[in-house]
Every structure is written in structure tokens, then in C-alpha cells.
């Protein structure tokens, strides 16, 4: 069982918003209809600017079939950029879902795969595969073909979910969440330990491909592997979509969701299946994504007003892939020959909204207690 953590504002929120919720529900379309457009946008932003700016209209006319006024401007569009936007979309959205469902799973803020060991224990599934099979080049595997796709998106999953369920054994004996987090910290620098180990043993060529795989990129997945990592996400997603009411639940503490009649144990198990698959498949084709997972979150409830997980789950999905896309399109430093690590960008952009957050709690908190 897990411990009984200290109250935290997503319960409490849930609690005093379910009948603002319902006097809101009309606004709730308009809302994600609002994420719809700036999706639409940011993608269409993301084909048209780069080292070589391409005109709106041409864009357009590529997507619709046709042929662009530079046979160039087809290529870029069809073979680069469409792909890479397509990659930021599915593993924004993933992130941003992995990341609620950690937050709401542990009840705490500050949860996402990445704190709690889950994108180590991807990281080390990986590592496994890439640095006693094969090298990595701009497509994963790419010598070993479908196989080899599967087996990487296999030894990350497998990584990922070890990982987890390792959190979970150590959860079950602490009794606060805070130690929790620290042991999931700890797990993951244990696990981050053993890549090392295998980075100092391995051949130079395989260390350079693994660690610019570390930097995390949107551009490496070509579209014979998009099924995998599209199945992958959306398998995914769908999951969390069917946990909506259970989430809620679980945000009111393990007695009310039983109460409800709920399984814990098979609602856990889902859980960590979803969380499992979305960061060890997003984590397989491109790298371990910082920051996301737990800033996501939070800007949903922000704007939507609601800790209500039929709201955040699909709003989660938008926000994420628009943060992702926009991550990507910063880091291609548009004018330029010259692209920046990823993780970089999405730590400048993550950080602080952690840190706005957090001071905008403490000085609700202090306004609350004056």
C-alpha cells in the first residue's frame, strides 16, 4: 500500500472546484478548442521556419498533395520537418500525460518519470541495447530495421516499468511522501550509475552515439518507425483516457476511492502500465525528455481552473504537444545553421514555471494565513 502522504493543493483543489466545474462545462469546449488552434499553429510554425523559412501557402500546398515552387521546399517539408513535428506532437502529449498521472498517482507536485527513476530506468533499457548490440546513428538501430525498433522501445518499456515497480516496493514501506521522492531519487542515481558503468566499458564510437542521444532530439524518427512510436502513445493515451474517473478518485485520498468500489490494485497497475509506456517509448526514439512531464501538468490546471482529470487528461495531450513543438522550434534556432540540445530548451522553458508555481503557492499560502 502506498503511504499516506501529507495533503498537498491538488486534493484540496479538486475538492473545493467540482461545482465550479459544473458551472463551467460550457466553457470547457471553448477551452480545448483554444489548445486545438495554438496546436495548429505552433505545427504549422514548426514546417514553415528553420535554417530555410518556407512561405505559409506553400506549406499548405505541400500538405494538400501538391508539388511547392522549389522541389527543395517538398523535400524539406515531407522528409525533415513534417516527421519531426509529428515526433514532437506524440511525445509532447505523452509527457504531458505521464507526468499527471505521476503527480496525481504520488499526490504530489512535483512528480514526473524523470524524478521518480522511471526515464533512468528507460535510459538503462536502452543503454543495454545501444551499447552491447549496436550504434545509434540518426535512426536508432537502424541496421537492425523493425527489429531493432522493437527492441529498443521493448528494453525501454521494460526499464521504465521495472523501475517504477521498484518505487512501488520501497513506497510500501515509508510513510510519508516526501522520503518517498528521495528513495525515488536515489533509485534513479542507482540506476544512473549502472549506465555509466556501461558507458566506461564500451568502445568510444557507441559512447559518442549514446550520449548524443542523451541530449534528446525530435528529428531522429523517420517514418518507417513512426507506427511504433505512434502505437506506442496512443496505446498509451487511451489508457489514461479510460483512468479519468479513477484519477479523481485518487485525488481524495485511497479510503474514498474504495469506497467507490474501486480495485487499487488494478487501478495502480494501469497506472503505472501507462506511465510506463508513454515515457519508455517516447524515451526510446528520442531521448530522455526533461521538464515536460512536470510543467505540463500544472499549466493545465492553471488554465483550465480545475484538478478535474476529465479536463486535464486531453488537456495535458494538447498543451504537451504545443510545449514539445515549441521546445523543438526554439532549439532549431530559426535563420540559423545551428541547432541547440533539446533538454537545454526545455529546462529553460520548464524551470520556471516550476519555480513560478511554487512561489505563487507560498504567497497564496502566506495571503490565506494573514
Given at each position: ?35 486545438l488552434v ?137 510513510q510519508h ?176 514555471v516550476v ?16
Amino acid at each position: 500500500m502506498l503511504p499516506k502522504p501529507a495533503p498537498i493543493s491538488q486534493a484540496s483543489d479538486y475538492a473545493q472546484d467540482v461545482s465550479q466545474a459544473r458551472l463551467n462545462l460550457g466553457l470547457r469546449p471553448l477551452l480545448l478548442l483554444a489548445l486545438l488552434v495554438g496546436l495548429v499553429a505552433v505545427f504549422l510554425l514548426s514546417l514553415a521556419l528553420g535554417s530555410i523559412s518556407i512561405p505559409l501557402d506553400q506549406i499548405l500546398t505541400v500538405l494538400l498533395g501538391g508539388e511547392a515552387e522549389r522541389a527543395s521546399w517538398t523535400n524539406i517539408i515531407l522528409r525533415i520537418r513534417l516527421p519531426k513535428a509529428t515526433t514532437a506532437a506524440l511525445a509532447g502529449a505523452a509527457l504531458g500525460v505521464s507526468g499527471l498521472l505521476m503527480q496525481t498517482f504520488f499526490r504530489n507536485p512535483l512528480a514526473d518519470p524523470s524524478v521518480l527513476g522511471v526515464n533512468a530506468g528507460a535510459s538503462l533499457g536502452v543503454a543495454l541495447v545501444v551499447l552491447s548490440v549496436g550504434t545509434v546513428g540518426g535512426a536508432l538501430l537502424a541496421g537492425f530495421g523493425l527489429l531493432g525498433d522493437l527492441l529498443l522501445v521493448a528494453a525501454a518499456a521494460l526499464g521504465a516499468a521495472l523501475t517504477m515497480l521498484l518505487v512501488l516496493l520501497v513506497a510500501s514501506r515509508v510513510q510519508h511522501s516526501v522520503t518517498l521522492l528521495i528513495l525515488g531519487l536515489m533509485i534513479g542515481y542507482l540506476v544512473s550509475a549502472a549506465v555509466s558503468l556501461l558507458l566506461y566499458f564500451a568502445i568510444p564510437e557507441r559512447i559518442q552515439a549514446y550520449i548524443s542521444w542523451t541530449f534528446g532530439s525530435f528529428g531522429g524518427v523517420t517514418w518507417e518507425q513512426m507506427p511504433i512510436l505512434a502505437a506506442g502513445v496512443l496505446l498509451g493515451l487511451a489508457l489514461s483516457l479510460a483512468l479519468t474517473k479513477p484519477l479523481n478518485a485518487l485525488l481524495l485520498g485511497e479510503g474514498y476511492a474504495r469506497s467507490l468500489g474501486l480495485n487499487l490494485m488494478l487501478v495502480r497497475m494501469a497506472i503505472i502500465s501507462a506511465t510506463a509506456l508513454l515515457a519508455g517509448v517516447v524515451t526510446a526514439f528520442c531521448g530522455p525528455i526533461a521538464f515536460l512531464g512536470i510543467a505540463v501538468p500544472h499549466l493545465c490546471r492553471s488554465f483550465f481552473g480545475t484538478s478535474d482529470h476529465r479536463m486535464l487528461v486531453p488537456g495535458a495531450m494538447l498543451m504537451g504537444s504545443t510545449a514539445a513543438m515549441l521546445a523543438a522550434l526554439i532549439a532549431e534556432v530559426p535563420g540559423r545553421n545551428l541547432i541547440l540540445p533539446l533538454n537545454a530548451v526545455t529546462a529553460l522553458m520548464g524551470a520556471p514555471v516550476v519555480i513560478a508555481i511554487i512561489l505563487h503557492r507560498r504567497n497564496a499560502a502566506q495571503t490565506l494565513g494573514s
